[in-house]
């Protein structure tokens, strides 16, 4: 498929709201008793446009875009980390700030990592099948379902990584950090919808991957493809 301005915009999105949550995820914030990280309020759209992604152009666009973002975010996190070691000048008094913000222990960014290849790659799979499955109908279904996975593995591999040990560490904190997400999917649906028809109806196809070779690291292989409907 012809790379179009469409498909570089949800991109854009996509890899935005990575690096978003990397920038806002140190702030906790409560409601009620639950006590969750910002980033649970921008994190769950990546999925969302990750879910745009592979129902209008297919997984094997899905695949670079996910690992497109696994690189800005370790590009990000690189240069953050640079930007820390530096010396800061001798009237700038911000630099224990700086560490709380964009400071990265080696733990916590392999469990950030880690959960988002298997979380995006599962949130994808999932959907592809699902649309071939319900030949394409139920739109809502497939969604939601392949985020509760997607967002679950991601939720479980990050806390257990991140946390495990710790005092830190509970399992009410997968719960809660999991529902959020999940629900930030389900109020997103009507807009989902509608952009998702506009993209259809403006690229002018339908992918269904259906010959597709869903192996992650299959960015070059000739042989996989989607159907176009």
Same mark, same amino acid.
């Given at each position: 498929?012809?790379? @179009?301005?469409?498909? +570089?915009?949800?991109? %854009?999105?996509?890899?935005? /709201?990575?690096?978003?949550?990397?920038?806002?995820?140190s702030k906790v914030f409560s409601v009620g008793a639950f006590n969750l990280? !910002?980033?649970? #309020?921008?994190?769950? $759209?990546?999925?969302?446009?990750?879910?745009?992604?592979?129902? *209008? &152009?297919?997984?094997?666009?899905?695949?670079?875009?996910?690992?497109?973002?696994?690189? /800005?975010?370790?590009?990000?996190? $690189?240069?953050?980390?640079?930007?820390?070691?530096?010396?800061?000048? %001798?009237?700038?008094?911000?630099?224990?700030? &700086?560490?709380?913000? +964009?400071? &990265?222990?080696?733990?916590? +960014?392999?469990? @950030?990592?880690?959960?988002? #290849? *298997?979380?995006?790659? !599962?949130?994808s799979f999932v959907l592809a099948k699902m649309k071939v499955f319900t030949k394409g109908r139920w739109l809502w279904s497939?969604?939601?379902?392949?985020?509760?996975? =997607?967002?679950?593995?991601?939720? *479980?591999?990050?806390?257990? =990584?991140?946390?495990?040990?710790?005092?830190?560490?509970?399992?009410? +904190?997968?719960?809660?950090?999991? *529902?959020?997400?999940?629900?930030?999917?389900?109020?997103?649906?009507?807009?989902?919808?509608?952009?998702?028809?506009?993209?259809?109806? @403006?690229?002018?196809?339908?992918? &269904?991957?259906?010959?597709?070779?869903?192996?992650?690291?299959?960015?070059?292989?000739?042989?996989?493809? @989607?159907?176009?409907?």
């Open positions: 498929m012809k790379i @179009s301005f469409r498909l +570089l915009v949800i991109a %854009a999105l996509f890899v935005t /709201c990575l690096l978003t949550a990397n920038i806002i995820g990280p !910002a980033a649970v #309020i921008v994190f769950p $759209f990546s999925y969302i446009f990750g879910d745009i992604l592979t129902e *209008v &152009y297919g997984y094997k666009q899905a695949r670079k875009i996910i690992w497109l973002g696994f690189l /800005c975010n370790l590009l990000f996190v $690189f240069f953050a980390s640079m930007g820390q070691l530096l010396p800061p000048a %001798a009237f700038w008094n911000n630099q224990s700030a &700086y560490e709380a913000i +964009l400071g &990265y222990t080696p733990r916590l +960014l392999a469990a @950030s990592f880690a959960g988002y #290849i *298997v979380g995006e790659f !599962a949130n497939r969604t939601i379902g392949s985020t509760i996975i =997607g967002e679950g593995l991601d939720t *479980v591999i990050f806390i257990f =990584g991140a946390f495990y040990g710790t005092p830190v560490f509970a399992l009410v +904190l997968i719960f809660n950090h999991w *529902v959020a997400k999940v629900g930030i999917e389900v109020l997103a649906t009507p807009v989902t919808y509608k952009v998702v028809n506009y993209l259809k109806k @403006s690229e002018g196809a339908e992918m &269904y991957d259906i010959r597709t070779n869903f192996n992650p690291m299959a960015l070059r292989d000739k042989r996989a493809g @989607s159907d176009a409907k």
